[in-house]
T-cell receptor
Framework: AQSVTQLDSHVSVSEGTPVLLRCNYS??????LFWYVQHPNKGLQLLLK??????LVKGINGFEAEFKKSETSFHLTKPSAHMSDAAEYFC???????????FGTGTKLQVIP | NAGVTQTPKFQVLKTGQSMTLQCAQD?????MYWYRQDPGMGLRLIYY???????DKGEVPNGYNVSRLNKREFSLRLESAAPSQTSVYFC?????????????FGSGTRLTVV
């Protein structure tokens, strides 16, 4: 069995300050982990992915995430928030099979000017 | 632009009506998927097609049918719509069998059943 928990349903930051979106997972196998972003009324876009290579993964738009096996975490960070980062973010775990993909419930990021 | 195209973008149905959601991708991907998104529940897999000619049930298949018409197109049909099927539906595709490389999503269909 596998699961993913996004620890915050809403996060609010000021423009120019760091962003931290938290994700914990559980999996019986070596998982692949992903972060997706969804802007209002849009589809989901892949931000970054971890597939057992480097534990620090860099993605698009200045985002990065670190895979920590001992903590079963895959938190998403960005040094400086931009207004365009306001969106909903989904953490996803995959153990490889078609049905073994689990989406988190999402974290809505608000960026305050 | 290359990607996944879904039609329609919005739809309102009456309970008991039927409709088909269309999805097409132009990336020569082998696998295609239908998800539904409900508030506070993330995305849940309805059906998937690993390759042309095959379809399989996902987590929440009841009330839906699918057709993989060819490599490009994967449609989702609601035979008798129910209010519980009010949701946002996303089609997605991946190049290979398992989504290790990540999905490419369409922009969604917002369906309301009254």
């Amino acid at each position: 069995a596998q699961s993913v928990t996004q620890l915050d349903s809403h996060v609010s930051v000021s423009e120019g300050t760091p962003v931290l979106l938290r994700c914990n997972y559980s999996s019986s196998y070596s998982p692949s982990l992903f972060w997706y972003v969804q802007h209002p009324n849009k589809g989901l876009q892949l931000l970054l992915k971890y597939t057992s290579a480097a534990t620090l993964v860099k993605g698009i738009n200045g985002f990065e995430a670190e895979f920590k096996k001992s903590e079963t975490s895959f938190h998403l960070t960005k040094p400086s928030a931009h207004m365009s980062d306001a969106a909903e973010y989904f953490c996803v775990v995959s153990s490889g099979g078609y049905q073994k993909v689990t989406f988190g419930t999402g974290t809505k990021l608000q960026v305050i000017p | 632009n290359a990607g996944v195209t879904q039609t329609p973008k919005f739809q309102v149905l009456k309970t008991g009506q039927s409709m088909t959601l269309q999805c097409a991708q132009d990336m020569n991907h082998n696998s295609m998927y239908w998800y539904r998104q409900d508030p506070g529940m993330g995305l849940r897999l309805i059906y998937y097609s690993a390759s042309e000619g095959t379809t399989d049930k996902g987590e929440v298949p009841n009330g839906y049918n699918v057709s993989r018409l060819n490599k490009r197109e994967f449609s989702l049909r609601l035979e008798s719509a129910a209010p519980s099927q009010t949701s946002v539906y996303f089609c997605a595709s991946t190049e290979t069998g398992t989504p290790v490389g990540g999905y490419t999503f369409g922009s969604g269909t917002r369906l309301t059943v009254v």
